[in-house]
Structures are given as structure tokens and as C-alpha cells.
């Protein structure tokens, strides 16, 4: 979207260096993770909720699974404070997502990608919010 990072450089490094990547869709009103490969950078996107490119034929792709643990997860958000919280659009697709790992005891390292702008003092949360393990502004990279 406009106001996230551009993560085409990130995912496009992962592959080149062999990494197992995954990318969001919002399916039957959840948010799944289906893989790509290099050649999928340059092809075929379908425009999904909220405007988000997501993977073509998600049917024929494989699904991140409990084998794909630990595991980084990117993720995109409104707003991010210092501790971590995050401000989402407000469907719970992360939180429901992060919910169902922490339940299965999967082990993950959550990070919040965002501009300088995006970071504010406080970030309202409720319990059932999921705070990042890292919030990483771009423009210190």
C-alpha cells in the first residue's frame, strides 16, 4: 500500500539467498500465507483486500505450515509505538493470526516494518493485540 514499505527488495533478497517465502492473502476472511519464488516477483498479482498484491492461485501454492518454524514474520501496520504495539486497519487479520501461532506454541520473531512517520508516542492496545518483538524504522537501515 502507498503508506507501508515497498518489501519487494526484502522478499527478492530472501530467495537470493535461499529462504523460504511466504506472502499474505486474505482468504475466506482469514489471513493465510502461500509461498513464492523468485519468477513470482515479476509475474502474476491479484489486487486483494484493502488493495494489497497478493500471490495469482493460491490453490496450487504451498501454505506455511507448522514445518516453516521459527520463522520472521514481516508486518505492515498504520502505526507502531517504541513498545512494540501496533495499529492494524482494524479487521484483527495479525492478531487473529499471531493468536492461532502463540496457541499452537509455534516459534516466530515478529517485526514491524515501517517509515519514521509511522512511529508515535503511544499506540492504544487492547489485551488481545499483539505487540511486535521489533519495530524497525527503514531509514536507520
Known amino acids: 500500500m502507498n503508506y507501508e514499505i515497498d518489501t519487494a527488495p526484502l522478499l527478492k533478497r530472501a530467495l537470493y539467498d535461499g529462504k523460504n517465502v511466504f506472502v499474505p492473502k486474505i482468504t475466506n476472511d ?26 495469482q492461485d493460491p490453490v496450487s501454492r504451498r501454505a506455511l505450515s507448522s514445518s516453516h518454524f521459527p520463522c520472521l514474520i514481516i508486518t505492515p501496520g498504520l502505526a507502531f509505538d517504541r513498545s512494540g504495539n501496533r495499529l492494524g486497519r482494524g479487521k484483527g487479520y495479525y492478531d487473529r493470526f499471531f493468536a492461532e501461532l502463540d496457541t499452537q506454541r509455534l516459534p516466530y520473531f515478529s517485526v514491524g516494518l515501517c517509515m519514521p512517520s509511522q512511529i508515535v508516542k503511544r499506540v492504544p492496545a487492547k489485551p488481545w493485540d499483539k505487540k511486535m518483538d521489533a519495530v524497525l524504522d527503514v531509514s536507520r537501515l
Open 30 to 55: 482469514k489471513l493465510q500465507f502461500f509461498q513464492i519464488f523468485e519468477h513470482d516477483l515479476n509475474g502474476q498479482w491479484e489486487v486483494g483486500a484493502f488493495g494489497i498484491r497478493e500471490p
